[in-house]
C-alpha cells in the first residue's frame, strides 16, 4: 500500500488556475499596447530628430519591435539601420542617448514612469535572408524535390 495519500498530493496550479512553474504564455495585452506605443513613438523620434552625438548624426535607424517587462520599467528595443547591417556598432552610441531618448518618451507616453531602454540589433531580417539564400542553394532544391 502507497504511503501517500490523496490528500498528500503537490498542488500543480497555481493562483490563476495554471501549472505552477510553467510561464506565462506570453506577454499580456497592455504588455502588447504600450510595447507598440513605445516603438511608435521611437520610431517617430529616429526620424525626425537629429541626434548631437556623432555616432548618430547620419545614421537612419528604424525600431523593429519592442519588448518590455510585465512590471513596465524596462524595455527592450529591437533596431536596424536601413540598408545596412553594421548596427552592432551603433549600439553604444544608443546607450548614450537613451536618457535624451526616455525623456521625449516621457512627454510623448502617458506612463507613471517610463521604462529603462535596452538596444539590441534586430537580426531576423539576416537570418530570413540566410535562410532564403539556403532554399535556394541548388543542393538543397534537389533534396526538397526528392
Given at each position: 500500500m502507497?504511503?501517500?495519500?490523496?490528500r498528500?498530493?503537490v498542488k500543480?496550479?497555481?493562483?490563476?488556475?495554471k501549472?505552477?512553474?510553467?510561464?506565462v504564455?506570453g506577454?499580456?495585452?497592455r504588455?502588447?499596447?504600450?510595447?507598440?506605443?513605445?516603438?511608435r513613438?521611437l520610431a517617430?523620434?529616429?526620424?525626425?530628430?537629429?541626434?548631437r552625438?556623432?555616432?548618430?548624426?547620419?545614421?537612419?535607424?528604424?525600431?523593429?519591435?519592442?519588448?518590455?517587462s510585465?512590471?513596465?520599467?524596462?524595455?527592450?528595443?529591437?533596431v536596424a539601420?536601413?540598408?545596412?547591417s553594421?548596427?552592432?556598432a551603433?549600439?553604444?552610441?544608443?546607450?548614450?542617448?537613451?536618457?535624451?531618448?526616455?525623456?521625449?518618451?516621457s512627454?510623448m507616453v502617458?506612463?507613471?514612469?517610463?521604462?529603462e531602454?535596452?538596444?539590441?540589433?534586430?537580426?531576423?531580417?539576416?537570418?530570413?535572408?540566410?535562410v532564403d539564400?539556403l532554399?535556394?542553394?541548388?543542393?538543397?532544391a534537389r533534396?526538397?524535390e526528392?
Amino acid at each position: 500500500m502507497s504511503r501517500h495519500s490523496s490528500r498528500d498530493k503537490v498542488k500543480t496550479t497555481g493562483p490563476a488556475g495554471k501549472l505552477a512553474g510553467h510561464g506565462v504564455s506570453g506577454p499580456s495585452q497592455r504588455q502588447l499596447r504600450v510595447a507598440e506605443e513605445i516603438r511608435r513613438v521611437l520610431a517617430d523620434i529616429f526620424a525626425r530628430v537629429e541626434f548631437r552625438d556623432p555616432e548618430l548624426v547620419d545614421a537612419r535607424i528604424t525600431v523593429t519591435e519592442v519588448r518590455i517587462s510585465p512590471d513596465l520599467k524596462h524595455a527592450t528595443v529591437f533596431v536596424a539601420r536601413l540598408g545596412r547591417s553594421d548596427i552592432e556598432a551603433l549600439l553604444p552610441a544608443l546607450k548614450r542617448v537613451s536618457s535624451f531618448l526616455r525623456s521625449r518618451l516621457s512627454h510623448m507616453v502617458r506612463l507613471r514612469g517610463v521604462p529603462e531602454l535596452h538596444f539590441q540589433p534586430d537580426t531576423a531580417l539576416d537570418y530570413a535572408m540566410h535562410v532564403d539564400d539556403l532554399l535556394r542553394d541548388p543542393s538543397v532544391a534537389r533534396d526538397l524535390e526528392d
